[in-house]
């Protein structure tokens, strides 16, 4: 005999218990080279960055490039750097909440991706988090300083890190990173680890800042990270496997200070590299703020969550390798009581709608889900008799 009560119950109670679940992680943004051009963001998606994220970002000396570039950017560009026009401290930020700037907490914990280990980052961000004090947080950056040079091992341990960490607080944007180049070649074992991070990140729909990319390339878009190019922006210009040109001091030195780029400090670097540093790092800041997530629950795309969508969940209950168009609405590749919370949580959407609770007689079609899931699961289980 099959039972099924115990299962259905599971299903249901957790599609009654659980309505206000919700995901709103921005997915699926790569920032690199491409996103270098500070004049390409709106001011719309700038302010709205201001306004919105709160940052909390977890680096040593290699990271500072980011937010040091930041800090000279918004003097530059109030000064009309790159002949833009902005009001005054458009791209201020501040170390803690202040009116008309990015809130970013710098340094937010001790440490990097790779200090004092691989995994003590992964649970002072929860202990950080878990404080009521930075319940606002949504956004966490961290990035490495020469441990990315690793074995595959680690760095999988990283992905699973972060991947975790997205389940767990879903309202949260995670943002990856790739390790600083360090002057191997493009068999070296730091290129196949940073290019190890990009290609999961594609495959997953994960947060990039490609910190590594960013500085393979000038903004003339020639590419140095074929050329032994080290985190000081020397590479080897004519083969022979001698550094002998920097390629961020030659363009400094070919256009025009206060005006094509700005003077900074940038740890082991050039100025310029701590320029497209901070470029980037408003590019990323813009696209998490703007960015539109699938509507949660909406299996079949059709931005509505509905009987549909509840199908497809019931039908690929219990898969383990599974993807949003099967159901897994959490993005941790199983289609289970989080996915079916997610789903009740917004059932009935359709644009423009909000996502408001199901009124009371919705529940009577979240009982029929529950017990086509029993459904599902028995036509399943006689089809495959163990």
Not at 95 to 106: E, I, K, R, V
Not at 342 to 362: K, N, Q, R, V
Not at 378 to 386: D, E, G, H, T
């Amino acid at each position: 005999m099959i039972r099924t009560t115990p299962f259905s119950f599971l299903v249901f109670l957790s599609l009654v218990t659980w309505l206000g679940a919700d995901v709103s992680r921005a997915a699926g943004i790569i920032i690199d080279h491409h996103d270098t051009d500070l004049t390409a963001l709106t001011l719309t998606a700038v302010n709205k960055a201001t306004a919105e994220l709160h940052i909390a970002y977890g680096h040593t000396s290699h990271g500072s490039q980011v937010t040091e570039g930041m800090t000279y950017m918004n003097t530059f560009i109030n000064g009309g750097g790159l002949g833009m026009t902005c009001p005054t401290d458009t791209f201020k930020w501040n170390d803690g909440p202040l009116t008309g700037a990015l809130d970013l907490d710098d340094y937010f914990v001790a440490g990097d991706l790779g200090s004092p280990d691989y995994s003590t980052w992964a649970t002072r961000t929860r202990d950080y988090l878990n404080s009521p004090l930075y319940s606002d947080v949504n956004v966490v950056m961290w990035s490495w300083c020469g441990q990315a040079d690793t074995s595959e091992a680690n760095i999988n341990l990283y992905l699973g890190l972060m991947n975790q960490l997205e389940i767990d607080y879903p309202d949260v944007s995670f943002v990856y990173m790739t390790g600083h180049v360090n002057g191997c070649s493009t068999t070296g074992n730091l290129f196949l680890r940073n290019q190890q991070i990009r290609d999961y990140c594609l495959a997953n729909d994960k947060i990039l800042y490609d910190f590594a990319d960013i500085e393979s390339w000038d903004p003339d878009g020639n590419y140095y990270g074929d050329k032994l190019v080290t985190d000081n922006c020397d590479y080897d210009s004519d083969g022979n496997g001698t550094r002998d040109r920097n390629w961020a001091i030659d363009w400094q030195n070919s256009h025009t200070v206060g005006v094509d780029w700005f003077s900074c400090s940038c740890a082991h670097s050039q100025p310029l590299n701590g320029n497209r540093k901070a470029y980037a790092a408003w590019a990323l800041w813009a696209a998490i703020a703007t960015a539109v997530d699938p509507v949660p629950g909406d299996a079949n795309g059709d931005n509505q969550v509905d009987q549909a969508d509840a199908i497809i969940l019931a039908r690929n209950w219990g898969e383990n390798t599974a993807t949003r168009e099967d159901g897994d609405f959490s993005g941790d590749h199983v289609v289970g009581a989080r996915d079916a919370s997610i789903l009740a949580a917004h059932w009935g959407y359709e644009p423009p709608a909000s996502t408001a609770m199901p009124e009371p007689s919705s529940l009577v079609l979240l009982a029929t889900m529950a017990l086509a899931v029993a459904g599902w699961r028995v036509a399943r289980i006689q089809s495959n008799p163990k």
